[in-house]
């Protein structure tokens, strides 16, 4: 029997805290925090660059749109092509970082799934004495799947503006407050099971926080938030509010177990009285650690409410971990194998006619592959992976294989 969402949240979590605990090396071993420009490999002056070119996905995809056995069209060859460019600037007491990545997505039989995925991002970081100030504006065009719940690859655009201010009370122990202000909108030619999207999902969210955070160590950090966020749709019987309390635990690289983990508690709030409320907890975590220095072990879990297409189910709880180990073998061979779980506990609009009431689809996936070095600076790596989603919906129910080298250059 599958366990309740609640606990299975717990087990979600329990293995990201054995990994964090387990694993965390002793303050003693870790070192000074690295500056913002540490991976850079291109420096002219005070400007650094690190860039990263990479061919993936260059293979076969068995399930192109996702669809059921009895209604699956023939497989595809597909390949992505990303360049990325990361760049540092320092001016005095400030940093400006930024981050410009584009994905151009071929598929060779259906040209409707071809498109161009573009993510910009800049930053600027400003320290007055006590006082540090952060701000930053991304934009993102892509033409990818939202989540697991919709299949279609349709145009979607997103601006986010954050924004923080911390000011270093006692020794390693800072207060300050934090904000963000994201919109999102599809096109408005896009629709899945005849719900055009932007009509249900075009969002205006706002959210405002106080925090606390402290250094344990120079690249250790924990922190206290508290705040509310405000969502506004452009079907305004979406719309809700919501209050969070969270917990942060941060190790930053080059320690030896390095990433986040921001265990939290939502008080979830619609303004239409027929969308039931949601009170639970939440959980956002990504975490790397290397094992003598050739195994890297990663797990990357969540919990938290999304919103759905479907206005009778307005929204689900998500809840999930992708677990990888990857292993170098023989002198430039390594090896990957990735095993991930997702559940989907979908909540009925009162009164509305839904087909299963309440239901929870699955999604579960696995893989692996090896790779070989060339250098430290390029890699050739062939994978495979098997996905497949189980609902009590049989039209949406699928499964899928894809498999494909993939070759990175780092310079």
């Known amino acids: 029997m599958p366990a309740p969402p609640r606990m299975h949240s717990l087990h979600v979590g329990g293995s990201v805290l054995a990994l964090l605990v387990v694993c965390a090396p002793p303050a003693s071993a870790q070192t000074a925090a690295p500056a913002p420009d540490a991976a850079a490999t291109m420096r002219w002056g005070p400007l650094s660059l690190h860039s990263t070119l990479a061919l993936s996905n260059l293979g076969v995809d068995s399930n192109v749109f996702n669809r059921p056995a009895d209604t699956r069209l023939p497989s595809d060859f597909t390949l992505t092509f990303t360049p990325t460019t990361n760049l540092w600037l320092r001016m005095g007491q400030s940093w400006i970082d930024g981050t410009i990545q584009v994905d151009w997505v071929y598929f060779n039989r259906y040209a409707s799934e071809r498109g161009t995925n573009s993510r910009y991002r800049m930053g600027v970081t400003r320290t007055f004495n006590r006082l540090r100030m952060n701000a930053w504006a991304s934009r993102v065009s892509t033409r990818v799947r939202p989540n697991f719940e919709i299949d279609a690859r349709s145009q979607q655009f997103q601006k986010i503006f954050t924004g923080d201010v911390m000011y270093q009370m006692l020794g390693t122990t800072s207060v300050g407050f934090k904000g963000l202000h994201r919109t999102t909108t599809f096109d408005q030619d896009a629709v899945f099971l005849g719900t055009r999207l932007a009509a249900e999902l075009n969002e205006t969210a706002v959210s405002n926080s106080a925090v606390i955070r402290h ?6 950090f ?7 966020e405000n969502q506004r749709f452009f079907a305004t019987s979406r719309n809700a509010d919501s209050n969070r309390v969270l917990g942060n635990v941060t190790l930053e690289s080059p320690a030896l177990i390095s990433g986040n983990v921001t265990f939290g508690y939502r008080h979830f709030v619609p303004w239409d009285k027929n969308v039931p ?7 956002l975590a990504g975490l790397s650690y290397r094992l003598r220095g050739t195994t890297r072990l990663r797990v990357d879990a969540m919990r938290d409410l999304q919103q759905s297409f479907d206005a009778s189910q307005p929204y689900f709880i998500q809840t999930g971990a992708v677990w990888s180990v990857q292993r170098q073998i023989v002198g430039p061979f390594d090896v990957l194998a990735r095993l991930g779980r997702h559940r989907m506990a979908y909540r009925d609009r009162v009164g509305a006619t839904v087909q299963i009431s309440n239901r929870v689809d699955r999604m579960k996936s696995v893989g692996g592959g090896m790779g070989y070095r060339l250098g430290a600076d390029k890699r050739v790596g062939f994978t495979l992976e098997y996905a497949e989603r ?11 294989l894809q498999y494909g080298m993939s070759i990175t250059y780092e310079r």
């Open 277 to 283: 409320t949601y009170h639970g907890p939440t959980l």
């Open 390 to 400: 189980l609902s009590g919906i049989v039209a949406r129910r699928y499964q899928g």
């Open 215 to 220: 250094a344990l160590t120079p690249l250790t």
């Open 222 to 228: 924990v922190a206290l938030e508290v705040g509310r």
